[in-house]
């Protein structure tokens, strides 16, 4: 079952956070994952939500995506992207493949 990390970042340093930007995609495919969005257009259609550049990463998993975020390859971007910005991320199951939106639930 997928897996999503869901990434809202305000860039303090935008220098080193280029330097972020290179160094976290390859330790994102060592894991399996990609972008689905990455920093693009945004638009609120509900509340006041003001996200200043907003990231999707698919895993195929949910422990794919645990084993990234503590890996050894992604510390150091990790710790690029920590010192250099603000950032809220959230880790989020995916539905089961062949499942039903509408039907599912897991609470």
Do not use: H
Request: hydrophobic share 35%; proline share 9%; with cysteine.
């Amino acid at each position: 079952m997928p897996a999503y990390v869901v990434v809202e970042v305000t860039v303090k340093d935008a220098e080193t956070y280029e330097k972020y930007k290179q160094l976290a995609p390859p330790t994102i495919g060592l894991y399996g994952g990609r972008y689905l969005a990455r920093g693009g257009r945004t638009q609120v259609l509900e509340g006041s939500w003001d996200v200043p550049r907003f990231v999707i990463l698919e895993f195929p998993s949910y422990e794919r995506a645990q084993e990234w975020w503590n890996s050894p390859e992604y510390a150091p971007a990790k710790a690029l992207r920590q010192a250099c910005t603000q950032t809220d991320m959230l880790l989020v199951d995916g539905l089961p493949p062949g499942a039903d939106p509408a039907a599912t639930s897991t609470k």
